[in-house]
């Protein structure tokens, strides 16, 4: 079966960085096929978009919010997506989930905890 496992979320000092990854496996077709993506969660908040992947890597998108900061990549020989994340802001504080796309196929991982905080 699919499988997203994020890692990477931790707790970091405003001003710092952190890279999340995200592994994926059990795709029925190449994971090269995929439009991956990174969403986030904030407590009490719905969960919006961050970042997302065109299948080769050649088109990226960010939200408004982390434009400037955030870096989404992805190794297609390794099945996993990246999100490197630069300035960080408390705001930024949520349960960052992994998102794989591709027609009606829609799969999330479980997500990973970034803590933004002095």
């Known amino acids: 079966q699919v499988q997203l496992v994020e890692s990477g979320g931790g707790l970091v000092q405003p001003g710092g960085s952190l890279r999340l990854s995200c592994a994926a496996s059990g795709f029925t077709f190449t994971f090269s096929n995929y439009l991956m993506s990174w969403y986030r969660q904030a407590p009490g908040k719905e969960r919006e978009f961050v970042a997302r992947?065109?299948?080769?890597?050649?088109?990226?998108n960010y939200a408004d919010s982390v434009k400037g900061r955030f870096a989404i990549s992805r190794d297609n020989v390794g099945n996993t997506v990246y999100l490197q994340m630069n300035s960080l802001k408390p705001e930024d504080t949520a349960v960052y989930y992994c998102?794989?796309?591709?027609?009606?196929?829609?799969?999330w991982g479980q997500g990973t905890q970034v803590t933004v905080s002095s």
């Open positions: 992947i065109t299948s080769t890597g050649r088109v990226t």
């Open positions: 998102n794989a796309r591709l027609a009606t196929s829609d799969y």
